[in-house]
């Protein structure tokens, strides 16, 4: 380990800051005590994100009016003004000091051996990974960092908090932005009509009967989806576009789904009532409002209940719907301590409880899903 008592430290804050979050401006309040400069480094474009909500001048005005107060602290517009696309290499051959740091969340080491040249990131700065909640930092993603880094990483004495650009735009679209922002973000966004990719699902809910208690599932549940789609490199968007919408069968008949035009094959009516709602869902979203992307329609189909072989989308809708903030249950913390070791430990030990829970009642598809994982866990 470097010490970091060291004199004349620089790190850098790199990321698309699309928003900045409150979890952003906590990480920078407190690398500008550890460090003698700290150059915030909003990127032009990220090889990571498909989409980009807001300018790189909106994005320098949020930044600018969130961290105006910190001391020892600079926002570079290097990346935003070159050309192509940054990598962070070039960025740290732009910046090339001595006792030169970056720092990354530690929901980024997932990711870290696909980052170019990271050979080259290794021999100019010190990686400095600031553990999150919902990432933890396992031997698996330590043995990433000595590996990609050559072992020239540290790991921050404090964590950070809660807050994605994913879930801000989830949190806006429920009409709850303070959750990860403060009060001058939020009403900039709201000026600027930023974010608000998801607001339509508010229209769908009331047109098939919502009650405000499964809303406030469905929002625990795609925040706590969209962490798990970044720890396991699943698409953010598809998992919060599934759990936003997972429950919208929840309160519609079989009947009434017929009488709105849909159609449903034979296997529905053997289905138990409390999970044909799943059933319901997924062919409202393909039949009524159109929806063609099959990985979202799958992973509402199969929430309830599970399957055998899912695919890493479907695993996180499953799991997120089972254990979001707000699911209050004997023994939920232990599947929650479960998937903070792996998703797939966390599945196994969910089928497992629902297997436990229904016994003699249990729908077919758990119970194939719970052998066919448990055979896979053995081989």
């Not at 319901?280 to 929806?291: K, R, S, T, V, Y």
Request: aromatic content about 10%; proline content about 3%; charged content about 30%.
């Amino acid at each position: 380990m470097l010490n970091l008592n060291t004199t004349n430290k620089t790190v850098i804050f790199g990321g698309s800051f699309d928003p900045v979050t409150t979890a952003h401006i906590d990480i920078v309040e407190r690398l500008s005590e550890r460090f003698d400069k700290v150059i915030v480094m909003p990127c032009k474009v990220s090889p990571f994100k498909t989409h980009t909500g807001a300018t790189a001048e909106q994005r320098l005005e949020m930044l600018s009016v969130s961290l105006r107060d910190l001391p020892n602290t600079e926002i570079s517009t290097f990346e935003t003004d070159s050309e192509g696309t940054n990598y962070t290499y070039l960025t740290l051959e732009a910046f090339a000091r001595e006792n030169l740091y970056f720092a990354i969340g530690s929901e980024m080491v997932a990711e870290l051996d696909k980052w170019k040249r990271t050979d080259i990131i290794g021999e100019l700065a010190t990686l400095y990974v600031i553990p999150r909640p919902s990432y933890p930092l396992d031997f698996e993603s330590t043995d990433k960092l000595r590996r990609v880094t050559g072992g020239r990483y540290e790991i921050a004495d404090f964590v950070g908090k809660d807050g994605s650009s994913s879930e801000v735009r989830i949190s806006v679209a429920m009409n709850r932005p303070e959750m990860f922002l403060i009060g001058d973000v939020a009403d900039f966004i709201s000026k600027n009509g930023l974010y608000g990719e998801y607001k339509y699902v508010n229209g769908i809910y009331s047109t098939f009967g919502m009650k405000q208690s499964r809303i406030d599932h469905s929002f625990s549940a795609a925040l706590c989806g969209v962490r798990l789609a970044k720890r396991a490199c699943v698409d953010t968007a598809k998992a919060a576009t599934a759990l936003l919408l997972h429950d919208i069968g929840k309160y519609v008949t079989k009947e009434q789904a017929e009488d709105m035009g849909i159609k449903f094959d034979g296997r529905i009516d053997g289905m138990p009532l409390s999970v044909r709602h799943a059933e319901i869902g997924a062919e409202i979203l393909i039949q009524l409002l159109g929806m063609t992307d099959r990985d979202i329609t799958e992973a509402v189909r199969w929430h309830t209940t599970g399957k055998p072989g899912m695919t890493p989308l479907e695993k996180i809708v499953y799991l997120a719907d089972y254990i979001e903030p707000l699911r209050d249950f004997d023994g939920v913390e232990r599947l929650r301590a479960e998937t903070e070791k792996s998703i797939d430990d966390g599945l196994r030990a969910a089928l497992e409880n629902s297997v436990g829970y229904i016994k003699d009642g249990i729908y077919k598809a758990t119970a194939d899903a719970y052998e066919y994982y448990c055979e896979k866990e053995k081989k």
